[in-house]
T-cell receptor
Framework: GENVEQHPSTLSVQEGDSAVIKCTYS??????FPWYKQELGKRPQLIID?????GEKKDQRIAVTLNKTAKHFSLHITETQPEDSAVYFC????????????FGTGTRLQVTL | DAGVIQSPRHEVTEMGQEVTLRCKPISGHNSLFWYRQTMMRGLELLIY????????DSGMPEDRFSAKMPNASFSTLKIQPSEPRDSAVYFC??????????FGPGTRLTVL
C-alpha cells in the first residue's frame, strides 16, 4: 500500500518568512495530493491540492509543487502570518479506485511575531 | 450543504459503557471514512465504506469497535465496552469519487 512520509515534524518561522513542508510517497500510481490544515481543536480542512498532471499550483500565499519522478511534493507558504500556525498534513491517493487517502504524520507550524 | 455532520460533539462516559458515534455524510458522497486522532498516535484511519460497503477495516483496533453504514446518509461507530484508552477525537469524513475529502467537526470522547 501507499506510504507517505512528511518532514519536518515541527517548524518554527518568524512572521513574514517562508515555510516549506516536504512529503514523499511510495506508490507511483498515486495521482492526487491534497494538503490539510488543522487548527487547534478544529477539523482538518483542505487548503490546496494538486493532481499528477500538474507540476505546480498556487493559491495566494500557498503553493504546492509535485515531482512525479522523485515521488515527492511540497507545500510552500510565503509571507507567513500568525494565523498560519497549525498542523499541516499531506496526503496521497489513487483516484481510479475506491481507495483511501494516506496521510503523512503532520507538521506543526509555529509562526512567531 | 451543511457539510459532514457528527453527533454528539462531546461524549463523556464511564469505562465499560457502550458508546455510539454518528455521522451523516455530505449528500451525494459515496465514500465515508472514520478516523481517530490522539496526540500519541496522530490521525488513524479506522474503517472506510464505499457505496455503503465496508472496504477496509484493518485500522479498527479490536473487536470492541464496530461500524455500520445502513444507508448512504448515515453511519455509526460503536465501542462496546469502552475503555479509558479509547479517549480521543473521532472524525468522520466523506468524499465523492475523484474529489476532495471533507471532515466533520469530530466527536471528543472521554472515557473515565
Amino acid at each position: 500500500g501507499e506510504n507517505v512520509e512528511q518532514h519536518p515534524s515541527t517548524l518554527s518561522v518568524q512572521e513574514g518568512d517562508s515555510a516549506v513542508i516536504k512529503c514523499t510517497y511510495s506508490d507511483s500510481a498515486s495521482n492526487y495530493f491534497p494538503w490539510y490544515k488543522q487548527e487547534l481543536g478544529k477539523r482538518p480542512q483542505l487548503i490546496i491540492d494538486i493532481r499528477s498532471n500538474v507540476g505546480e499550483k498556487k493559491d495566494q500565499r500557498i503553493a504546492v509543487t509535485l515531482n512525479k519522478t522523485a515521488k515527492h511534493f511540497s507545500l510552500h507558504i510565503t509571507e507567513t502570518q500568525p494565523e498560519d500556525s497549525a498542523v499541516y498534513f499531506c496526503a496521497a491517493y489513487y483516484t481510479g479506485t475506491a481507495s483511501k487517502l494516506t496521510f503523512g504524520t503532520g507538521t506543526r507550524l509555529q509562526v512567531t511575531l | 450543504d451543511a457539510g459532514v455532520i457528527q453527533s454528539p460533539r462531546h461524549e463523556v462516559t464511564e469505562m465499560g459503557q457502550e458508546v455510539t458515534l454518528r455521522c451523516k455524510p455530505i449528500s451525494g458522497h459515496n465514500s465515508l471514512f472514520w478516523y481517530r486522532q490522539t496526540m500519541m498516535r496522530g490521525l488513524e484511519l479506522l474503517i472506510y465504506f464505499n457505496n455503503n460497503v465496508p472496504i477496509d477495516d484493518s485500522g479498527m483496533p479490536e473487536d470492541r469497535f464496530s461500524a455500520k453504514m445502513p444507508n448512504a446518509s448515515f453511519s455509526t461507530l460503536k465501542i462496546q465496552p469502552s475503555e479509558p484508552r479509547d479517549s480521543a477525537v473521532y472524525f468522520c469524513a466523506s468524499r465523492m469519487r475523484h474529489n476532495e475529502q471533507f471532515f466533520g467537526p469530530g466527536t471528543r470522547l472521554t472515557v473515565l
